[in-house]
Nanobody, 124 residues
């Protein structure tokens, strides 16, 4: 069983930066495709960024150029560096792991493990 624990959320002014971390327990982290999703109040959970087990990364159009996903396999941790934050980035951010896929996918249904979420609030 894999457990994912997010940290790093908080309140920041528009234009500011935050770094989210997601630490994984259990074995096999380096073989997983990892992703970040977010869910704003009253909205569906949406894909933000993903990193494959061979290091390829993809991003949602809304965050490309502002957010960067990175992983440290030695620490079993994936990060989301968020710059130039906007009020519309306000959401609960979730880390997810796909233990079986070959490619990073944006469909939340394929992910096997989820963290508990961390709140990010961007004030205008």
């Amino acid at each position: 069983q894999v457990q994912l624990v997010e940290s790093g959320g908080g309140l920041v002014q528009a234009g500011g930066s935050l770094r989210l971390s997601c630490a994984a327990s259990g074995r096999g982290f380096s073989s997983y495709n990892m992703a970040w999703f977010r869910q704003a109040p009253g909205k569906e959970r949406e894909f933000v960024a993903g990193n494959s087990n061979i290091g390829n990364s993809i991003y949602a159009d809304s965050v490309r150029g502002r957010f960067t996903i990175a992983r440290d396999n030695a620490k079993s941790t994936v990060y989301l560096n968020m710059n130039s934050l906007k009020p519309e980035d306000t959401a609960v951010y979730y880390c997810a792991a796909d233990a079986h896929g070959y490619f990073v996918l944006v469909d939340k249904a394929v992910y096997d493990y989820w963290g508990q979420g961390t709140q990010v609030t961007v004030s205008s």
